[in-house]
């Protein structure tokens, strides 16, 4: 009776466990890190439990901030915005096994459009 109860118990553990949560928990926290191409700076990122990010880039060219925000998929696709859905596109991928991520920027604040490309990992705290 007690190897049967053990194992069910046990079988109950590993329907219980999502690998849906086990998969957006590695990115779950502060992810930071550098981009460069028309325009040069830091950018840092959250990432929720349920896949929301939101964050900054830091211009070291014109000194201003601008707002990111956007989802990341169980897969690690970041697919964000920067300012409004207007202004520009922040996407990538973060990586869960290395805690690394890299991808392109695109903001057309300040006109003309400027692009280029972000890396950076995850926060080890």
Known sequence: MKKL???LLT???FIGCSS???TIYDYIGTW???YEGADKGNWNIVVASDGKVTGTMHSEVNNENYYISGRLSESGELNAVVGTPD???????LNRDDKKGNGNWRNSIPTPIITGTWKGEKDKK
Do not use: Q, V
């Open 20 to 22: 849906d949560e086990d």
């Open 32 to 34: 930071s890190g550098t």
């Open 11 to 13: 079988a109950f553990l």
């Open 87 to 93: 202004d520009g596109e922040f996407k990538g991928t």
């Open 5 to 7: 109860f053990l194992l």
